[in-house]
């Protein structure tokens, strides 16, 4: 059964620190891994995407320098260090999986599979 299971969001001034978590349910070696940010009335935009095959990471423009992605192998789980949290990051963030890793589409939400159900990160 295929599953994956966000947890780590939770509401931060402004400046502060949070680090979210992806749980998978199976090994995601050679999977693409992403997290996905969405506000209300706006669609999925990619905020960072992970291939473990090479490792190759990719990061939005706007977290570049503040958010780092990471994955730890043994336990299936994909991270987001989010650091100097800024009021525009506020939304629901998805953990998302798919087999391909086409560089182009990695911050695409279209070619991702499977989806956790998200875990809300508010700034003020």
């Known amino acids: 059964h295929v599953q994956l299971v966000e947890s780590g969001g939770g509401s931060m001034q402004a400046g502060g620190s949070l680090t979210l978590a992806c749980a998978a349910s199976?090994?995601?070696?050679?999977?693409?891994m992403a997290w996905f940010r969405q506000t209300p009335g706006q669609e999925r935009e990619g905020v960072a995407a992970i291939f473990s095959g090479g490792p190759y990471t990719y990061y939005a423009d706007w977290v570049k320098g503040r958010f780092t992605m990471s994955q730890d192998a043994d336990k299936n789980t994909l991270y987001l260090q989010m650091n100097s949290l800024k009021p525009d990051d506020t939304g629901m963030y998805y953990c998302?999986?798919?087999?391909?890793?086409?560089?182009?589409?990695?911050?695409?939400?279209?070619?991702?599979?499977?989806w956790g159900q998200g875990t809300q990160v508010t700034v003020s």
């Open positions: 998302a999986a798919k087999r391909e890793a086409i560089p182009a589409t990695m911050l695409d939400a279209s070619g991702y599979n499977y």
């Open positions: 199976w090994n995601t070696y050679s999977w693409s």
